[in-house]
């Protein structure tokens, strides 16, 4: 079945920087992956998806960017804001469930 | 839109105790997942129904845990009897299960203490 990687485990950056979180997964019949952000106390939130038939997404300061044959894909965050500061969890999946990454918990320091 | 809606959204019990967790799926949504989420184990696949059908349970820790979808606008997550280590948010999602489309969205989750 689908196995998904995600790292860092955890990052920290300056606000107004821009943060990078990578994935890897192994099944090649995969074509949809999801990111979601998940703050404290409440359920996660899906905030960007990507599918299999293009490379690139963005919405506003996020973005993601998918690699079919190195099998990864990554989520950017650009100018950072405090109210960034949450849990991040990728997953992917293609006519199975949604497989979830172990999840980032990123800081963004004032 | 309400979105998913769980209930109760906090729940204390002691050990040895029934507890039923409860959720309302989005709807129009026909696809309805149970997870819980540990610090050690990240967020766990417990079980899924398509059109109110459980599909796959595999991932229900023990006997003591059960999951049951009567119609499409209500599920139940029920553990009994409930020991310590069940104690993890639980949360409900649901998805429109149609050609294409995925996205999965998350109810507030239910988190449980079992003493």
């Known amino acids: 079945g689908e196995n998904v990687e995600q790292h860092p485990s955890t990052l920290s950056v300056q606000e107004g920087d821009s943060a990078v979180i990578k994935c890897t997964y192994s099944d090649s019949a995969s074509n949809y992956f999801p990111w979601y952000k998940q703050e404290l106390g409440k359920g996660p939130q899906l905030i960007i998806d990507i599918r299999s038939n293009v490379g690139e997404k963005k919405d506003q300061r996020i973005a993601v960017t998918l690699n079919k044959t190195a099998k990864h894909f990554s989520l950017h965050i650009t100018e950072t804001q405090p109210e960034d500061s949450a849990v991040y969890f990728c997953?992917?999946?293609?006519?199975?469930?949604?497989?979830f990454g172990k999840g980032t918990r990123l800081s963004v320091i004032a | 839109d309400a979105g998913v809606i769980q209930s109760p959204r906090h729940e204390v019990t002691e050990m040895g105790q029934e507890v039923t967790l409860r959720c309302k799926p989005i709807?129009?949504?026909?696809?309805l997942f149970w997870y819980r989420q540990t610090m050690m184990r990240g967020l766990e696949l417990l079980i899924y129904?398509?059109?109110?059908?459980?599909?796959?349970d595999s991932g229900m820790p023990e006997d003591r845990f059960s999951a049951k979808m009567p119609n499409a606008s209500f599920s139940t997550l029920k553990i009994q009897p409930s020991e310590p280590r069940d104690s993890a948010v639980y949360f409900c999602?649901?998805?429109?299960?149609?050609?294409?489309?995925?996205?999965?969205?998350f109810g507030p989750g239910t988190r449980l203490t079992v003493t």
């Open positions: 999602a649901s998805s429109f299960a149609g050609q294409g489309s995925y996205e999965q969205y």
């Open positions: 709807s129009g949504h026909n696809s």
């Open positions: 997953a992917g999946s293609g006519n199975t469930p949604l497989v």
């Open positions: 129904f398509n059109n109110n059908v459980p599909i796959d």
